[in-house]
């Protein structure tokens, strides 16, 4: 027997191509798990009516088809949701289109930026409703699963959504406390309704399948959530031959009510931890001067089953990146790690400003824990709505991060307090114009100050 017939290369080989198989897996349908414990986490327990959707907190059901709205600009205080958006109020529902179209209505937003962004149950994000894509006027938008067809109601848009669980992720731009009352008189008149003629429920009781705090690590866990769901939502029809392969590790449809045996529950317990661990290091793409992209999709993530795992662990409900594209630095030009008892300035050049067409913000956040920290002057954000910012002469705008004030007065109010400890930023942007989408912006670098500046 040659070397390369040893019995220690065959089982090798062997260990490879299974374990390869399970990584697999875990990489298509680790978005289903996470979609399934972020419906736990946000769909509501209460509906319009103050009906409980169970009888105790333990519960897993929740409200499909009922709208959940923050009604105040998330600050320090607020806990629930890592990077916290300061700039906007969220909406947010889960549309279950199994039973029948649904119908969501807008107020005219006039010339307040809003997004209601829509994602599959795969996290594709498939859809928009605001000011990009269906404009600021108000209107009637016929939501329907993959199944359905019939008519469309005269005076309503259709949106053809490729599975019948579907989250939407709205957010409505507020300019500051004083909008906040205009803001939530907004999120009030967005409705949701059975369509004509559908037996949709409207809201209807769900079970999530899952609670928000269960941890990803048990297989047979992992596989009784995803089988479910693959088989309530199959996957596309060119990937199904593809997801079939999974069968031997205990994954698919065809093995809903079927207990892993002992090998299928080791090697997805293996892959878990693989997987888990690799994409959460995943290093973002590099844009120079300490800024990077995390995530990059338009409207599918396709066959690049492994980003979509990595988007649906760290990113989960991130948007295209025509309608918004999120740039983050935890280290300075020079590859330091960002620490808010130093110093640092963002200098955007004249004419050099982020290029879009809703709005862009910079955020600092707490390293340690993914949260806003608590400062003096109670600022959680600057951006192109911040008031009485002091440009150059020239028109560049000089932006100082540190947890002290800037001794530069000219600083002084232009400054972007960061938490006294380890920081990473965060620069939004909406709808960003082809210099962000085609990566030909030049971002400023991430300069830190000598300590005597």
């Known amino acids: 027997m040659s070397s390369l017939e040893s019995p220690e290369i065959t089982a090798l080989s062997v260990y490879q191509s299974r374990f390869d198989l399970a990584v697999e897996a875990v990489q298509f349908a680790l978005p289903l798990y996470e979609m399934a414990r972020m419906r736990s986490a946000t769909g509501p327990r209460l509906d319009r009516a103050g009906r409980h959707a169970g009888e105790s907190p333990e519960s897993p059901n929740r409200w499909a088809n009922e709208w959940f709205h923050t009604r105040v600009l ?23 289109l199994s039973d ?14 809003y997004v209601l962004g829509l994602l599959d149950l795969y996290t594709n994000p498939f859809g928009y409703i605001g000011t990009r894509t269906t404009g600021s006027d108000a209107g009637a938008f016929f939501l329907h699963g993959p199944g359905w067809r019939a008519d469309v109601p005269e005076g309503m ?18 300019d500051g406390e004083a909008d906040l009352e205009a803001a939530n008189h907004l999120q009030d008149r967005l409705t949701v309704e059975a369509a004509p003629g559908s037996a949709a429920q409207v809201p209807k009781l769900i079970d999530a399948g899952v609670q928000p705090g269960e941890k990803l690590g048990d297989a047979n866990r992992f596989a009784q959530v995803v089988n ?16 079939a392969r999974f069968e031997a590790c205990g994954i698919g449809a065809a093995c809903v009510g079927r207990a892993l045996d002992e090998e299928q529950r080791a ?61 983050t630095a935890d280290t300075d030009a ?3 790690a960002l620490d808010g008892n130093a110093s640092y300035v963002l200098h955007f050049a004249p004419g050099n400003l982020p290029a879009v067409d809703a ?41 100082a991060i540190s947890a002290r004030m800037p001794a530069d007065p000219s600083l002084r109010r232009n400054w972007l307090p960061a938490p006294a400890e380890r920081f990473y930023l965060a620069l939004r942007l909406y709808v960003p114009r082809e210099t962000h989408l085609a990566r030909t912006f030049v971002y400023p670098p991430v300069q830190r100050e000598s300590d005597g500046a």
């Open 267 to 327: 090697w997805l317990e293996k892959a878990l931890a693989h997987v888990t661990h690799e994409l959460a290091g995943e290093p973002p793409q590099a844009l120079g001067g300490g800024w990077a992209l995390p995530v990059d999709v338009r409207a599918t993530f396709g066959e690049d089953y492994r980003t979509r795992a990595q988007a649906a662990l760290c990113y989960i409900g991130v948007l295209g990146a025509q309608e918004a594209m999120y740039i």
């Open 334 to 336: 020079q590859g330091a």
């Open 74 to 96: 998330q600050g320090p205080q607020n806990r629930r949701v890592v990077t916290p958006n300061n700039d906007t109020l969220y909406s947010c529902a889960w549309f279950d």
């Open 100 to 113: 029948g179209p649904i119908v969501i209505r807008v107020p005219a937003m006039q010339a307040r930026y």
């Open 157 to 174: 848009q259709a949106i053809a959504c490729p599975t019948s669980t579907v989250w939407l992720i709205g957010r409505i731009l507020v």
């Open 359 to 399: 709005f862009w913000s910079l955020t600092a956040y707490e390293k340690a824990t993914y949260m806003l920290a608590e400062n003096a002057i109670a600022r959680y954000s600057i951006g192109d709505r911040t008031r009485d910012l002091e440009y150059d002469a020239d028109g560049g705008l000089r932006i």
């Open 228 to 243: 479910h769901l693959l088989a309530v939502e199959p996957p596309p029809r060119e990937a199904r031959a593809h997801v």
